[in-house]
Nanobody
Framework: DVQLVESGGGSVQAGGSLRLSCAAS????????VGWFRQAPSKEREGVAR????????KYADSVQGRFSISRDNVKNTLLLQMDDLKPEDTAMYYC??????????????????WGQGTQVTVS
């Protein structure tokens, strides 16, 4: 099974940028579809972006399309989320998630099996 550890969260002013990282270990990283989710206080967890095993296929939530960019490095076993033009509504705990094989839907976090502990992003 894969283990996931996020980093890179922090506080930033609106319009600023952050880059989140997720380090994977414990299994063959390229066997997994990976993605980013977020959860704000008193809200449900929502999908942000996901990327296929080889990196060619990406999908974004409408709310972040054009502002966020997801990428992966299958040699360094890392997942990145570049977040630009951040808005206060992007404030949330951000989680990376993984599932072996075909990517589950972003709209169904319950279908993703492996999760990191999260990193906090605050935009003011």
């Amino acid at each position: 099974d894969v283990q996931l550890v996020e980093s890179g969260g922090g506080s930033v002013q609106a319009g600023g940028s952050l880059r989140l990282s997720c380090a994977a270990s414990g299994d063959i990283y390229s066997d997994y579809c990976v993605g980013w989710f977020r959860q704000a206080p008193s809200k449900e967890r929502e999908g942000v972006a996901r990327i296929s095993r080889g990196g060619a296929g990406t999908k974004y939530a409408d709310s972040v399309q054009g502002r966020f960019s997801i990428s992966r490095d299958n040699v360094k076993n890392t997942l990145l989320l570049q977040m630009d033009d951040l808005k206060p509504e992007d404030t949330a705990m951000y989680y990376c998630a993984a599932d072996r094989g075909v990517c589950p839907q972003l709209s169904r976090p319950e279908d993703w099996i492996y999760w990191g502990q999260g990193t906090q992003v605050t935009v003011s």
